[in-house]
């Protein structure tokens, strides 16, 4: 199961990060307490000792333009954008062939959640199913009712395509979460201590993962 360790918006942070053996590195490019630039995200990346070449950069928008995740894209060295907000399919398109990159798409979790991942199906290279409040797109540290998991896992690999599960996920509940085998995860608060990332929350999260997996393959 894939790790993605998102919300760095530190160079501690991404120290942290990058000497985990997290798969991805978020930085959230939306109005956020956790909200970076990408000259930011390029110095830090720069002072760190090389990432790992299986780590890949993930950066989060919300409704921004093509330009402006263009040059996110080109500044901070992105691998993959993750579209947060209510793009179209038309606009993940259009971001693809610009941008020459992965684009991931959020589904918020409700009763229409299904629907759209159909409607994303064919224009996206991954779904990540997420919680949302009234106040903000993500970041909530609240889970959704995970009993509805499988539901968006079979739609995703209905058109080939990794499903990843974020909101609430922490070290105490992951192993709840894993029992329905999502391709990944995501955590930004689940893996901090006074909005920071905390290097002991990443090695047991880690830890309860590897454990789980080795468990799966026996």
Known sequence: ???????????????????????????VFAKSKRQVKPKEVQQWLAQVEHKSSKQRTVGVFVNNTVEFIEQAVRVASLDIVQLHGTETPAFAERLKKVCDVDVWKVIHHDDRALDRMEQFGQSI????????????????????????????????HSFQKPCFIAGGVNVMNVRDLMKYQPDGIDLASGIETNLKKNKQKMIELQERVKLNDNYGTK
């Open 125 to 156: 290279d991954a779904f990540l199913i997420d919680n949302k409040s009234e106040r903000a797109w993500g970041g909530t540290g609240k889970a959704f009712d995970w009993s509805f998991v499988p539901r968006y896992i079979k739609k995703a």
């Open 1 to 27: 199961m894939k790790i993605k360790f998102c919300g760095n918006h530190s160079l501690l942070d991404v120290k942290n990060t990058t000497s985990s053996d997290a798969h991805y590195i978020g930085f």
